[in-house]
């Protein structure tokens, strides 16, 4: 007996790492483990169930048929007859740990107390868990029972199937995972064509799914752990200060960050469920006609999106624009603009008294054509009255006249006037001397015995 018992010790090093006094408890379940020795090398898995450890197998599980129950005493003659059987279905380090005191004898308690518990078992059903499953994993996780409460549980824990997602007695993985989380989840939930867009959300590239979803039950749709909004605030705290100001976007005001993004992976950046402006056309349909007028800013191509005008998310100023009136213009107009901007007599005048932001019939981007843009300030009287021009008569800008040279219609600002301003008087773009250096540009010079202009 000495010797087996000598013999025994380092084999079963090899399949447990348990402390002396969780392989005592491992002796409780001998009895089943007869049989069921597959499950032995479970006990040294990293996650091991605790009544699977330290309690009886029959706190869950009913025996095979009916059981006729005997006691094996400390010292008795039956005890080596165990051990040998045992040994025939356990590694031998576990029957030690069982059956041997050190000092000769064999019992689990020195003080002689009962070892194990044999076993006449009759030819009956498998082994049937005690209650149904779901009550059965409540009779120690009480707490999981009310989150059945919730506005969204999860269909196998809502229906009582645990051990979809747990192992009952032991796992490699936390929790008693049948697999790791990243790939359990994918078994049920295929988005692996998520997974393979151009751009990936890195907690469902890494698969850490648990990190927005609860496993078990949520009031928030999508098993999400919270709120969208403050689930989304968590890993993008840049984001969050932006609900404090003062003109919000709708749907980030309203809690729904995924009506513009993927959470989970997407063609398009940063993440977004369609491409630019097609996404914003989806709740602001009008704009998209905007952009298809013979003169519209280039939204939508790769120098120009929604984005680079309006802040997605909240804004300081009204339209969610990123920036205050002109100065929003000024990102892209700066140097056309601002050199003569300080000289003009529109200087507090805004871009968009004359200029729509989207898209127009007349260029560039007016809101009205010309001269009717010009006389929403300028009178039309100044075209029969003004002696602006310091010449014979009125030049004549109507839509019916034509530049001569450009044979374009003949407009206040497609010769004479540059809207935005000049280092000239009454904004000319030219001036070469007093009466005819305007003309000049238009009007060539005829060569003869007087030199005059060609009208």
């Known amino acids: 007996m000495l010797l087996l018992a000598c013999g025994i010790t380092t084999v079963v090093q090899t399949y447990t790492t348990k402390t002396p006094e969780q392989i005592k408890r491992i002796t409780r379940n001998l009895e089943c483990l007869q049989c069921h020795s597959e499950l032995i090398p479970q006990f040294s898995y990293p996650t091991v169930h605790d009544p699977f450890m330290r309690k009886d197998c029959t706190t869950c599980h009913t025996p095979h048929g009916h059981v006729e129950v005997t006691s094996v ?27 041997s005191t050190g000092d000769g004898k064999v019992a689990e308690e020195k003080g002689g107390e009962v070892v194990s518990k044999t076993e006449k078992k009759v030819k009956g059903k498998d082994s049937e868990p005690t209650l149904p499953k779901s009550e059965l994993c409540w009779m120690c996780h009480g707490d ?22 747990h192992e009952p007695h032991a796992s490699k993985f936390r929790a008693l995972l049948t697999q790791d989380e990243r790939d359990l989840c994918v078994t049920c939930h295929p988005i692996g064509r998520e997974l393979n867009r151009a751009q ?20 928030y749709r999508g098993i999400l752990v919270d709120n969208q909004r403050d689930l989304c605030f968590t890993c993008h705290p840049t984001v969050a200060p932006l609900s404090l100001k003062p003109v919000q976007h709708h749907p980030f005001l309203y809690d729904n960050c995924t009506g513009c993004h993927e959470p989970h992976g997407s063609d398009y ?48 100023y009204p339209a969610l624009l990123a920036a205050k009136n002109n100065a929003m213009c000024y990102q892209c107009h700066r140097a056309a603009i601002q050199a003569t901007y300080d000289r003009s007599a529109h200087f507090d005048t805004l871009c968009v008294r004359c200029h729509t932001p989207h898209g127009s019939n007349w260029a560039p981007l007016l809101i009205k054509p010309q001269p009717e843009v010009c006389l929403q300030c300028h009178p039309a009287s100044a075209f029969d009255e003004s002696s602006a021009t310091e010449y014979r008569n009125n030049h004549p800008v109507r839509p019916k006249h034509y530049d001569v040279n450009a044979r374009k219609p003949l407009t206040c600002t497609s010769t004479c006037h540059n809207p935005h301003g000049t280092q000239q008087n009454y904004m000319l773009r030219y001036y070469d001397f007093p009466r005819d250096g305007n003309c000049l540009i238009c009007h060539q010079v005829v060569p003869g015995k007087r030199v005059g202009i060609d009208f």
């Open 269 to 316: 950046t940063p993440l977004l469920i369609e491409y630019q402006p097609g996404l914003c056309y989806r709740c602001h349909p009008g704009i998209k006609y905007d952009f298809l007028k013979p003169s519209h800013h280039p939204v939508g191509t790769v120098k120009l999106n929604c984005a680079d005008c309006h802040n997605p998310h909240a804004a300081d």
């Open 200 to 219: 990936v959300h890195p907690p469902a590239g890494g698969r850490w799914c648990l990190n927005c979803h609860d496993p078990h039950a949520s009031n």
């Open 73 to 99: 005493i400390a010292g008795a003659k039956q005890v080596w007859q165990r051990v040998k059987t045992l040994v025939e279905w356990l590694p031998l380090k576990v029957v030690l740990d069982v059956f």
């Open 144 to 165: 999981m029972g009310p989150l059945l409460s919730g506005d969204y549980p999860h269909v196998p824990f809502q229906e009582g199937r645990c051990t979809e997602c």
